[in-house]
């Protein structure tokens, strides 16, 4: 707001407030599907982001799938969707969902927005935790995986749907990169 006020003639400029970075961190991983959250988990601060976290997630993730969608999981009709970074397709990850008999849906490499998350929970998750400060690594978690689990199945849902729109103008596209909202 201070950004676009009007200046006349000869006056100073408004003083902007600014927000220094936050140097507590938490990287929080999760996957959902239609009906809500399935499975999630705090990567630790001493973790490093690689393909054996990632297998580890996995292992976590198959064990969530077989509780809490026992029909998808007895008939094999769930998938995996996540993007082409190293990690994610690296020959460790491709060898155990292939062991596993996983399906994975492809994901384009010129159309960085065709995750799920990308319509639903990282615009709330932008939307609540704008201009806030948290104290300490807890407070943090807390607030983090209370706002996707306040999702309704719903929002869960359109979500999907905007994601099979987007997927249907990339297929039209043959791929390439285009531009705007899904129609």
């Not at 065709?114 to 709330?124: D, I, M, R, S």
């Not at 998750?125 to 978690?141: A, C, P």
């Amino acid at each position: 707001m201070q950004s676009s006020q009007g200046m006349g003639k000869g006056s100073l400029r408004p003083k902007m407030a600014r927000m220094s970075r936050s140097k507590i961190k938490v990287m929080l991983v999760v996957f959902s599907d239609w009906k809500g959250i399935v499975h999630h988990e705090f990567v630790s601060r001493s973790q490093m982001v690689n393909k054996q976290l990632y297998l580890d997630v996995l292992a976590c993730l198959r064990d969530a799938v077989r509780r809490k969608r026992p029909g998808m999981w007895e008939n094999q009709t769930w998938m995996l969707h996540h993007d082409n970074a190293p990690t994610h397709a690296s020959l460790l990850i491709r060898s155990y969902l292939a062991k596993h008999q996983t399906s994975v849906v492809p994901h384009s490499p010129y159309s960085l927005d065709l995750a799920p998350a990308e319509f639903v929970l990282f615009p709330k998750r932008k939307t609540t935790f704008k201009g806030r400060r948290f104290k300490t690594i807890e407070e943090i978690r807390e607030n983090a995986i209370r706002e996707p689990r306040a999702i309704s199945a719903s929002a869960f849902q359109e979500a999907f749907q905007q994601w099979k729109k987007r997927w249907e103008r990339c297929i039209a596209s043959r791929g390439d990169c285009f531009e705007g909202e899904s129609a």
